[in-house]
């Protein structure tokens, strides 16, 4: 497909460590369709982790980690962005940022990809 999300911003952090991921998008698909965070762990199902209605007035992150993460949008530069600060090991995965237009919102509540993906940001999470 073509690229239209791009992820920045995954790493290397050791346990209680925090990274910010970003996902920049055109401007139309970030001005008109839900996006979202979706993660693949080794050897685990397409899971999801944090979601923003197309406005932003709607976010959502997974119950497991909801009091560490936070999911936003920054406007002007068309991007989202994911805070994880406490990280933990069993939250390494490979990142993906997703797009969908706004009635596809709860399907990236289900872990559904959305219409556009990224290539995704790793995150490594070790001691």
């Known amino acids: 497909q073509v690229q239209v999300v791009e992820e920045s911003g995954g790493g290397s952090v050791q346990p209680g460590g925090s990274l910010r991921l970003f996902c920049t998008a055109s401007?139309?698909?970030?001005?008109?369709?839900?996006m979202g965070w979706l993660r693949q762990a080794p050897g685990k199902e397409r899971e999801f982790v944090a979601a923003?209605?197309?406005?932003?007035?709607?976010?959502n992150v997974a119950d497991s980690v909801k009091d560490r993460l936070t999911i936003g949008r920054l406007g002007v530069t068309n991007t989202i962005y994911l805070q994880m600060d406490n990280l933990k090991p069993e939250e390494t995965g490979v990142y993906y940022c997703?797009?969908?237009?706004?009635?596809?919102?709860?399907?990236?509540?289900?872990?559904?990809?959305?219409?556009?993906w990224g290539e995704g940001t790793q995150v490594t999470v070790t001691s």
């Open positions: 401007e139309r698909i970030y001005s008109s369709y839900a």
């Open positions: 997703n797009a969908d237009q706004p009635e596809g919102y709860d399907r990236l509540r289900f872990g559904i990809r959305g219409s556009f």
């Open positions: 923003s209605s197309w406005s932003g007035a709607t976010t």
